[in-house]
């Protein structure tokens, strides 16, 4: 299975994604993209097997990825601060790839009916879907 986790600003979140992932699964294939050197730096530091920067490694990487995760914003065009085009969020869109988005009140990003959780838990259960996603495939 081939995954891309796709961040921006510093990447914390996609660095924790790919590390919590590492620690319950072995062999994945897993691509950090960052939507900016500093993201994509952190994700290959936490584990991630390769790492690009920028709208194209984007684009290439949702054909080729199994399953998308990353923060809800890889969907929106202009969200996390701009980082985010639209060809990009299209891409992530229209990609058949499974896609474990996580929600964020931060960058005026709110979904309706989702209780407000601390990020450990969030992370958790975005790791409980890859699973599901696995377990399904597999």
Known sequence: MKIAVIDGQGGQLGSAL???MRADFAGLDITAVGTNSAAAAAMLKAGADRGATGENPVLVACRHADIIVGPIG??????????????????????AAAKVLIPSDRCHHFVAGVEKQPL??????????VKAILGEEC
């Not at 450990?120 to 409980?128: I, N, Q, T, Y």
């Open 18 to 20: 790919i590390k919590a």
């Open 120 to 129: 450990s838990r969030l992370l958790e259960d975005a790791v409980e879907k």
């Open 74 to 95: 890889i969907v929106m065009a202009d969200s996390m601060l701009g980082e985010i085009t639209p060809r990009m969020a299209l891409s992530v869109a229209r990609s």
